[in-house]
């Protein structure tokens, strides 16, 4: 999945698609210790992907904070 579509995405999008990427990077690591991976490069393409979507999703979470702090200032005057 590409940057750009993440970005698009709702919450409950990215927050189900992060517990999937988990889940994937779970098994993988389980194959490489059990068992040799076809593709290596899988674990670090799934770590970017997970820190991508976490990246996204706590963007997401200081915006709202700054637009309730500024709706709570516009309140108090």
Do not use: C
Request: hydrophobic share 30%.
């Amino acid at each position: 999945m590409k940057l750009k579509e993440m970005r698009e995405k709702e919450n409950g999008h990215l927050e189900h698609e992060l517990g999937e990427k988990r889940r994937h990077l779970f098994d993988l690591r389980t194959q490489s210790v059990t068992e040799k991976l076809e593709d290596p490069s899988q674990l670090g393409k799934t770590r970017r992907e997970i820190a991508q979507l976490k990246t996204i999703l706590r963007k997401r979470q200081i915006d709202e904070q700054k637009e309730k702090a500024k709706a709570a200032a516009a309140a108090a005057k």
